[in-house]
């Protein structure tokens, strides 16, 4: 099995850094060469939400952020996907999120996972 990482990042964006810290982790697995994918599940579909606006926070917007990940290493093809039972009890619809997220179902959650390497949850 090559060398490969699945993020799953099940935290909202804010409040904690865990869903950052997903994202960095994402951010420096493809900077290693390291085939790397995002799944997003309970909250953590919210990372996905187009037009975030942190306010006075003092978090970044994340959803800009994990926007740039596909741009960062198109030769590894780094893949968002989001969990659709997720986001539909949360009241998101895909229209909501930013381009690019894919969207999966239960079975298709579990084949990612156990289609890499590694798995890192936050």
Request: charged letters at 20%; proline letters at 5%; a neutral charge.
């Amino acid at each position: 099995m090559e060398n490969s990482v699945c993020i799953l990042i099940s935290r909202a964006p804010y409040g904690t850094v865990s869903a950052a810290e997903g994202v960095r982790h994402l951010n420096g697995a493809l900077n290693n060469g390291v085939r790397a994918v995002a799944v997003l599940v309970d909250d953590g579909v919210w990372l996905a939400r187009a037009g975030q606006t942190p306010g006075t926070s003092g978090f970044a917007s994340l959803s800009d952020v994990l926007s740039g990940v596909r741009k960062l290493s198109p030769a590894l093809d780094p893949r968002i996907f989001v969990h659709g039972p997720s986001l539909a009890r949360r009241g998101l619809a895909a229209r909501d999120l930013i381009p690019g997220v894919e969207e999966v179902d239960d079975a298709e959650l579990a084949r990612l996972v156990a289609s890499t390497r590694h798995l890192l949850r936050f």
